[in-house]
Nanobody, 120 residues
Framework: QVQLVESGGGLVQPGGSLRLSCVAS????????MGWYRQAPGKERELVAR???????VYADSVWGRFTISRDNAKNTVYLQMNSLKPEDTAVYYC??????????????WGQGTQVTVSS
């Protein structure tokens, strides 16, 4: 059984930093793209950043220059370094991964989410 587990969320003051981590575990043959999404109250889930196996990245305009996505393929882990946080970054952050489990059906998996709150 495949699981994605996020960690690193919490309460931070405006201008502060947080680092999110997401580990994919279970019977996994390969992982393609991994990414971070977020959903604020009353809003739709939106892309924050994505990264390919080779390290190519895509960012939402709203986080460009403040957030950095990275991954450790050996550890099946994706990270999101968030700097210069703003109150509008407050949301539940979800990681996802496009992966092939040993069961043989490639699909996208989601984590359970981690709360990030930016407030003074």
């Amino acid at each position: 059984q495949v699981q994605l587990v996020e960690s690193g969320g919490g309460l931070v003051q405006p201008g502060g930093s947080l680092r999110l981590s997401c580990v994919a575990s279970g019977s996994i043959l390969s992982i393609n793209d991994m990414g971070w999404y977020r959903q604020a109250p009353g809003k739709e889930r939106e892309l924050v950043a994505r990264i390919t196996t080779s390290g190519r990245t895509v960012y939402a305009d709203s986080v460009w220059g403040r957030f950095t996505i990275s991954r450790d393929n050996a550890k099946n882990t994706v990270y999101l370094q968030m700097n210069s946080l703003k109150p509008e970054d407050t949301a539940v952050y979800y990681c996802n991964a496009d992966l092939l489990p040993r069961s043989g059906v490639r699909r996208t998996y989601w984590g359970q989410g981690t709360q990030v709150t930016v407030s003074s």
